[in-house]
């Protein structure tokens, strides 16, 4: 999987959250499982169009928000993770609130 941030980007972001090269890999995987999980239930709608697709939309903030929840799961931090995942999910919420 390619994400929408160049190898100096990934080599940072490992390197401020502690990961070996392994981990890192590990948590790439991971970030693209999360969202083949998502490709395999998608609407009917979206049948046609391919994963490459779906995914070439993703913007940078969305995948250090990944990479941050899935590396600090790497990193051996569950509950952090677990903290950062809730708070993206409540500032989703927040920002659907405001645009309705």
Known sequence: MILPVD???LASWSALL?????????TVADI?????VGYDNR????R????????GDMDA????????ISGLRQAGHPE????????G???TLRSLQQTS
């Open 80 to 87: 952090a993770a677990y903290a950062v995942e809730v708070r």
């Open 43 to 46: 609407p009917e709608e979206l």
């Open 32 to 36: 693209e499982q999360t969202l083949r």
């Open 7 to 9: 190898e100096a980007t």
């Open 61 to 68: 903030d969305e995948a250090a928000l990944m990479f941050l």
């Open 48 to 55: 046609d169009v391919s994963f490459e697709q779906l995914t």
């Open 89 to 91: 999910i409540f500032a």
């Open 18 to 26: 502690g990961l070996t090269e392994e981990q890192a890999a590990a």
